[in-house]
């Protein structure tokens, strides 16, 4: 534990910390550019230049280890006209744009050049010009801008893991990009404009919409995913005009997936602004008090046994809980939030969630993916995954389909039955898991939506307890949702009581008419002919699947609309804050549940956010926790039995459109046509 | 830069049986996994197989063979002038015009150059014969001013020497390499002189001496 003196403050720091981390722990703030907590060190900026006794120059702080004795001052004159230097030279060649300039008033160029920059420039030459670059739909270039510090070339080859940004020529002539023009293909993509200090990438479909100061702020969660990212809602006006990550070290560090920073032009599209009657086929607009007399009347002329409900990927909590007690307290037993056919349920939480926690990839030394591309279900799982890879040590093995994840892999084949093979340990894989420290496995929530889903859940189990993967002090068994309402569903018990039907029933029942009431809590992913002639109530926000095959639609709130909780694939429960209000005459969700409820003339014993929250609480301990994982105690479940030869086939067949937003939104729309119909092209041979 | 400033090149590269050979011996040089390491000297020989310039297929090609991201090799290959990403004539004609070159003359040389061939710094004959390009010091300053061509030095250059060797060339020979005015290697013009009673001792007449 190396000791020094910064500034005259004595301090004793972990050893390999930098000169320039450990003026962070002091509080002393060290200008940089090309210095980032989560990238490697190039030292290349020259900015965080300090002074330290015995140097007979000032040293580049962000690059120099912490050694004993070291004598470090931050704040004298020589630093000054140093750091003074530094930046006179990287103004040289910078268009000095910032009226125009899209980073304007968040630019960390603009901010150091307040502290150090001159007030006026000394360099009379012709300043140096350089072309934009075509990064593809989500990254707009202005590369005279750029200052070299090499973030985003870092950006993309540890974190993103697609080597395709360079610096190419040199001198003078260096230019940051790709070389080839091509699109940076990654699902983290997004990050680049994050990393990148000035304006030289900033975000295409964000560009001249706000200044930084104009916008207001919301501390929320993603939920188009089962990661529960945390992220800041900016909105202006009402309306949602840009998404960014927020830090949150155990769940997304500070990155998010181009699906949750840019899908949200999706919420201003085929939303639900007022209820919706279909009359003669047609929908007609309605009033609340009509709709829902409507919804209550059908509700009551039904047997319960011919009442369903069906819950969405992106229903809330709350919502969730509401209308667990209001059905069920009808005696509805036919509840179903398993939209994918999922054989998942409630039996035992340690079934159903990432045990390990996402953080606790990086303790794990070998990976086991069952039936799942993590890189598309849970972009920053897989982020997680690769950056476990880079500190060395980790081995990644495959069961199912082969895709590239950004780091190597073993691939076993797509041979499901080799999950019974490796229980029974015939299987020469079960010796690898075996010999593993920190063994860990992620089934797909893809591999479980098999008709023999059960089976394989517990093949799972058996494979986990078979090959030390569940001890005492390490839980390897993760379950790897895409639906960022699943687990709190399963939480809270929102599956077919005794009696009841499931998915399979439910369109079963639908179809012969034994089911005459279908509520929808925001569910689209079924296509509309199942429900037969059964009289669809639609809760949601958009006017996707679900909604085209109403009868009535009730305008629920999308989740930059509400408070609400989710809990995401790690057991996590965490809020999502309200950053606008819904659209037109749209309501949150719970609430609309529990006007129903009045309708029915059986009011829910809840009137504010709070007495819910509390129900939800007494519910399931896990939503008193908010933003923890309490470890889930091991037990049985799944259905022991013989895997079905069938290949495991990948849930997500196009990253960018997953739910009713991402489907409305024009970006992921644009997304789609640059990353993915290309690939299916060169797959199926159908381009050109 | 980016490729767009480059012509396409070929849609295919590949190494000859004999460079593929050489290449491997190449790579085996470097201790296993750093086998990038022989991006340098593998590019200099898809350039040298490919008239001269490296086309982006034979970029993409070392790329392939050694296991790194094509974005690694363009920097390299932009990186450094004596690969050329762009066509160049049969002759690459490099005039040095670092300081002791052009003290000793080097401006001389590309104005014979210009008056030979009708082309400046950068240019291109129109049948593709010679591309004259100034370089940095290429090492030689001994004998300032100095061409590097095809591989080959020409040195102690002047106006009319500069015209006799681009004429030896047009002529389709191949002139004499090193100092183009009797010098001998790098010694002294007109004889040795220093070591005199050595030299003497040889049979070589000192420069001083008549
Ligand atoms: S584009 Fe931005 S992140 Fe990339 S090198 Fe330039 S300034 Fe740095
Ligand atoms: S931050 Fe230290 S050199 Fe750039
Ligand atoms: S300056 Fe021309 S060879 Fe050195």
Redesign the pocket.
């Known amino acids: 534990m190396p000791k020094l003196t910064i500034d005259g403050i004595e301090l004793e720091v972990a050893p390999g910390t930098s000169v320039l981390q450990a003026c962070e722990q002091l509080g002393i703030e060290v200008p940089r550019f090309c210095y980032h907590e989560k990238l490697s060190v190039p030292a290349n900026c020259r900015m965080c230049l300090v002074e330290m006794e015995k140097a007979p120059k000032p040293i580049a702080s962000c690059a120099m280890p912490c050694g004993e004795g070291m004598v470090i001052k931050t704040d004298t004159e020589t630093v000054h006209k140093a750091r003074k230097g530094v930046m006179e030279f990287l103004l040289i060649n910078h268009p000095l744009d910032c009226p125009i300039c899209d980073q304007g008033g968040e630019c960390d160029l603009q901010d150091q050049a307040v502290g150090y920059g001159f007030d006026r420039g000394r360099y009379g030459e012709e300043k140096r010009a350089v072309k934009d670059k075509n990064l593809g739909p989500l990254i707009k270039t202005i590369m005279t801008r750029c200052i070299h510090c090499t973030r985003c070339i870092r950006f993309s080859d540890e974190i993103a893991g697609v080597s395709v940004m360079g610096a190419t020529g040199r001198g003078e002539h260096m230019e940051i990009g790709t070389y080839v023009e091509a699109a940076v293909s990654s699902e983290m993509s997004g990050n680049l404009v994050d990393v990148c200090p000035v304006g030289a990438l900033t975000s295409k479909p964000y560009a001249f919409t706000a200044r930084p100061w104009e916008l207001r702020k919301t501390e929320s969660v993603d939920v188009l995913d089962a990661v529960g990212s945390n992220i800041r809602i900016d909105t202006r006006g009402g309306e949602v005009l840009r998404i960014l990550p927020r830090l949150n070290e155990a769940v997304n560090e500070e990155w998010i997936s181009d699906k949750t920073r840019y899908a949200h032009d999706g919420l201003k599209r085929q939303r639900l602004d007022r209820p919706y009657i279909r009359e003669n086929g047609k929908l007609r607009a309605a009033s609340w008090e009509e709709a829902l007399a409507l919804a209550a009347t059908k509700l009551k002329g039904s047997a319960p046994e011919k009442i369903a409900a069906i819950a969405g990927d992106l229903a809330d909590a709350e919502s969730l809980l509401a209308l667990k007690d209001l059905l069920g307290g009808m005696g509805v037993a036919s509840l179903e939030s398993r939209q994918d056919g999922s054989a998942i349920d409630a039996t035992s939480r340690a079934g159903y969630i990432f045990n390990s926690t996402i953080a606790g990839i990086e303790q794990a030394d070998h990976v086991f993916l069952i039936g799942t591309n993590p890189r598309w279900e849970g972009a920053l799982v897989n982020a997680r995954i690769r950056k476990r890879y880079l500190q060395g040590g980790l081995t990644v093995t495959v069961l199912g389909p082969r895709v590239d994840l950004t780091f190597p892999i073993e691939h076993l084949g797509n041979d499901a039955t080799l999950l019974n093979a490796i229980a029974d340990g015939s299987h020469p894989y079960a010796e690898t898991l075996k010999a593993a420290k920190k063994p860990l496995l992620i089934l797909g929530s893809g591999a479980l939506a098999r008709p023999d889903g059960a089976a394989v859940w517990a093949a799972a189990r058996a494979v986990a307890e078979a090959c030390g993967l569940v001890r005492e002090d390490w839980n390897g068994f993760n379950v790897l949702h895409r639906a960022a309402s699943r687990v709190g569903a399963l939480d809270l018990g929102f599956l077919p009581a005794k009696g009841g039907r499931d998915l399979a029933g439910i369109l079963d029942g639908a179809r012969k008419g034994e089911v005459e009431v279908v509520y929808l809590l925001g569910a689209d992913e079924i296509e509309a002919q199942h429900f037969g002639r059964a009289f669809v109530i639609y809760q949601g926000h958009h006017g996707d699947r679900g909604a085209h095959r109403a009868d009535l639609i009730l305008p629920g709130a999308a989740y930059t609309e509400k408070n609400a909780t989710y809990v995401n694939t790690e057991g996590r429960a965490q809020h999502t804050r309200q950053a606008t209000f819904p659209v037109g005459e749209a309501r949150e969700d719970w609430k609309i549940i529990r006007a129903l409820s009045g309708a029915l003339g059986k009011p829910l014993p809840y009137d504010t956010l709070q007495q819910l929250r509390k129900r939800l609480a007494d519910a399931n301990p896990a939503f008193a926790q908010i933003d923890r994982v309490t470890p889930a105690a091991w037990g049985a479940f799944g259905t022991a039995g013989a895997v079905a030869a069938a290949p495991f086939t990948l849930p997500v067949e196009n990253f960018y459109m997953t739910d009713a937003i991402s489907r409305a939104s024009a970006t992921m729309a644009e997304c789609t046509e640059a990353f993915v119909s290309p690939a299916v092209a060169e797959r199926t041979g159908t381009h050109g | 830069m980016s490729a767009s400033e480059t012509p396409a090149g070929p849609a295919t590269f590949e190494f000859t049986a004999d460079n593929l050979a050489l290449a491997q011996r190449i790579i085996a040089k470097y201790p296993e996994g750093r086998q990038a390491s022989a991006v340098m000297p593998l590019l200099d020989l898809a350039q040298r197989q490919h008239d001269n310039w490296l086309p982006r297929a034979a970029m993409d090609y070392v790329a392939g063979m050694l296991g790194m991201a094509p974005i690694r090799v363009y920097e390299v290959a932009s990186f450094y002038t004596m690969y050329n990403l762009k066509p160049v004539g049969k002759h690459f004609v490099q005039v040095?015009?670092?300081?002791?070159?052009?003290l000793?003359g080097?401006d001389e040389v590309l104005a014979a150059c210009k008056r030979k061939l009708g082309i400046g710094p950068g240019e291109t004959t129109a049948d593709g014969q010679f591309t004259v390009v100034e370089v940095?010091?290429?090492?030689?300053?001994v004998?300032?001013?100095?061409i590097s061509l095809d591989d080959v030095y020409y040195e102690d250059l002047d106006g009319p020497s500069t015209e006799a060797l681009l004429d030896t060339l047009i002529r389709g020979e191949k002139p004499k390499p090193g100092p183009q005015n009797g010098r001998i290697n790098s010694a002294p013009i007109g004889g040795p002189t220093t070591l005199i009673e050595m030299a003497q001792r040889n049979g070589v007449k000192p420069a001083s001496q008549e």
């Open positions: 040095c015009t670092t300081t002791p070159c052009w000793r080097s940095e010091c290429a090492g030689a300053c004998n300032a001013p100095v």
